[in-house]
């Protein structure tokens, strides 16, 4: 048998879509240290993972569908891979990540984790955009934290990008965490190469703008550039990358959801990272 328990709210969906394009027949909410017994538990997709319950929850129509792996923990289950696969929140800091979202949540609207990203592009940008990676890729973590808490999302990066340019040049931290707070949420840029803190944010929910080396080869990286990493599948980070594809050595110039093997991430990473605060 297998059994899985919910480590925050969330909801158990009959489809792999965003919650936000489902019918409210077609979604259901599970409340935090809820325990499901499953005749199924199929692989990782998009961070999901695809369910067969054992018996209907509640009123709920479904038998099968899928629920966001980082909410949920394996309490038994028979198999390995998917005991070691399943990413559970055990980072007090994570936790003091989503209490810090809450306040801003609007109109009594409940937190999902799982809203997914968009994608901006610096190539298109207004000015400079041979250099305005920074504000792109804040840009696309500003945007994901107005639509989580229920605010209109940006409509371009350029908005912001404006913004920015009002407090000083794109490529300092300390104008994004300025500009970023005009638009009402406090964050904080961190330098401590905390990559298990990173994961763990990742594993959540939590998009997260880092700082790399995009040139040069792996035994002597070089340049600045900085990205947004949206999440994590099979020893890759998936990034959204505002100048194009890393991997590609930007021959390809669509960065979305981009993958960068872990072990070339660290080697390229200089260690930042932006956070709430």
């Known amino acids: 048998m297998t059994a899985i328990q919910a480590t925050s709210n969330t909801l158990f969906k009959s489809q792999l879509k965003d919650s936000t394009q489902l019918e409210d027949s077609s979604k259901f909410p599970i409340r935090r240290d809820t325990t499901l017994e ?3 538990l199929g692989d990782l997709d998009k961070s999901h993972y695809r369910i067969v319950l054992e018996e209907k929850i509640g009123d709920c129509g479904y038998t099968s569908g899928y629920v966001f792996a980082p909410h949920w923990g394996v309490i038994e289950c028979d198999d ?22 809450k306040p801003y949540l609007q109109g009594g609207i409940s937190l999902d984790l799982n809203t997914p990203t968009r994608y901006f592009s610096q190539r298109d940008n207004y000015t400079m955009s041979h250099r305005t990676c920074n504000s792109s890729s ?23 990008l404006r913004k920015v340019l009002e407090f000083g040049d794109t490529i300092y931290h300390g104008v994004q965490t300025s500009a970023i707070q005009e638009f009402g949420f406090r964050t904080k ?11 763990d944010l990742l594993d959540a929910g939590f998009p997260v703008v880092c700082n790399i080396l995009h040139r040069g080869s792996l035994s002597a990286p070089r340049g600045g550039h900085v990205i947004l990493l949206i999440g994590r ?40 990272y932006r956070i709430l605060r």
């Open 189 to 199: 840029w961190m330098t401590d190469a905390d990559l298990p803190f990173v994961e």
């Open 138 to 160: 804040n840009a696309m973590y500003l945007d994901w934290l107005l639509r989580v808490t229920g605010q209109p999302q940006l409509q371009s990066d350029d908005i912001y």
């Open 38 to 40: 499953l005749k199924e």
């Open 80 to 101: 390995a891979i998917a005991n070691s696969e399943i990413p559970t929140i055990k980072n007090p800091a994570v936790e003091r990540q989503i209490d810090r979202l």
């Open 233 to 272: 599948k099979g020893g890759s980070f998936i990034s959204h990358d505002p100048y194009g594809s890393l991997i590609s050595n930007y021959t390809n110039p669509n960065g979305a959801f981009d993958k960068i093997p872990r072990e070339i991430f660290k080697i390229r990473w200089q260690g930042g």
